[in-house]
């Protein structure tokens, strides 16, 4: 099969435009040049629903689809969701990326997360650790169903001569983040937290020992490598994408508490199981090979997502 790469003339499908990850990739394709972008809103189109998912992709006849819509939370929404995180993730990239074959769509980016890999991988995290060892319990159901997702954009690609690429990325951040702390990341939940507590004048207590490391990306990173990979061809199937900045959960709160003038007591509940995997970096080397590079520094970026913060303050705070 001879592989039509994207250009500015394309029609791009992003699955999933309102997040973090899809207004991120919505806006760096602006940024650059692409006009054919196609959208559809969640009450427009339900995800889940594999006819009309199949209808809507054989009469919108996108060249690529970008699959940022995902059901994401954190360790406490991973522990209380567990059938919502591994029958809807499921449902979605089932629909879409079968929906594309049978539609004819050659190019396809199906977006997962670091948490796939074993909860005690060998550091850095190598692509070829996947199915190595244990997940980790808490969020199980979702990396299963990633997985799932990852070995399916395999199986079209080997079998049928497709070009679907699986990024995995470290954790992201940035801005249009979700800051409910039921079920938002650690990032947006740090920010949320020291701001009320400075409002508030009071002291904090975090989840946790805060000792376990972490690799933050900032979003518009994993957007670019979303169309970089689009418009060039690669052997490989499964491509992690991380920034290489690494602190423990403690050093990241120390960080945003200094950018907020946030002066009091810090204090972690020392609960061992909320801390989730010990480390995750991941090894980008793949990636590289190819010729792509974060281009965001951490200090750079968090300040870009503080003001985002800031911005749209009303919001986040669900005032």
């Known amino acids: 099969m001879s592989l039509r790469m994207i250009n500015k003339n394309s029609k791009i ?7 973090l990850v899809g207004s991120s990739v919505l806006r760096v394709l602006k940024d650059k040049g692409y006009k054919k972008i196609i959208l559809k809103k969640r009450k427009d189109l339900n995800l889940t629903d ?14 690529a689809i970008i699959i940022c819509a995902a059901k994401v939370g954190g360790i406490k929404a991973n522990n209380k969701y567990k059938s919502e995180f591994i029958y809807d993730n499921l449902s979605i990239q089932n ?68 070009n679907y690429r699986s990024l995995m990325p470290s954790n992201l951040f940035g801005p249009n983040d979700n800051y409910n702390l039921e079920n938002s990341h650690f990032l947006p ?9 400075k409002q508030n004048k009071k002291s904090l207590v975090f989840w946790g020992t805060g000792k376990v490391k972490r690799e933050l990306t900032y979003v518009d990173d994993l957007a670019e490598a979303c169309i970089f990979f689009l418009k060039n061809k690669t052997t490989h199937n ?14 990241y709160i120390y960080l945003v508490s200094k950018k907020l003038f946030y002066k009091e007591k810090v204090k972690f509940n020392n609960q061992k199981f909320l801390d989730g995997t010990p480390r995750k970096v991941l090894d980008c080397k793949i990636a590289k090979k190819y010729g792509w590079r974060p281009i965001w520094s951490l200090d750079k970026a968090i300040d870009l997502t503080i003001q985002d913060f800031f911005r749209n303050k009303k919001k986040y705070l669900g005032m």
């Open 13 to 19: 499908y992003i699955a999933g435009h309102t997040g």
């Open 50 to 63: 594999q006819t009309k998912v199949f209808q809507f992709l054989k009469k919108a006849k996108p060249d």
């Open 95 to 162: 629909n879409i990326i079968k929906g594309a074959h049978v539609s004819g769509v050659d190019n396809l980016i199906f977006l997962g997360s670091s948490c796939i890999y074993p909860k005690y991988s060998k550091q850095p995290i190598k692509e070829k650790y996947l199915l190595t060892g244990e997940l980790e319990p808490t969020n199980q159901y979702y990396a299963l169903a990633k997985i799932a997702g990852v070995k399916l954009c395999e199986s079209y690609s080997t079998q049928f001569g497709r």
């Open 189 to 197: 939940a740090v920010i949320k937290k020291i701001y009320l507590a």
């Open 238 to 251: 499964l491509i992690n994408i991380g920034s290489g900045f690494e602190k423990t959960i403690k050093q």
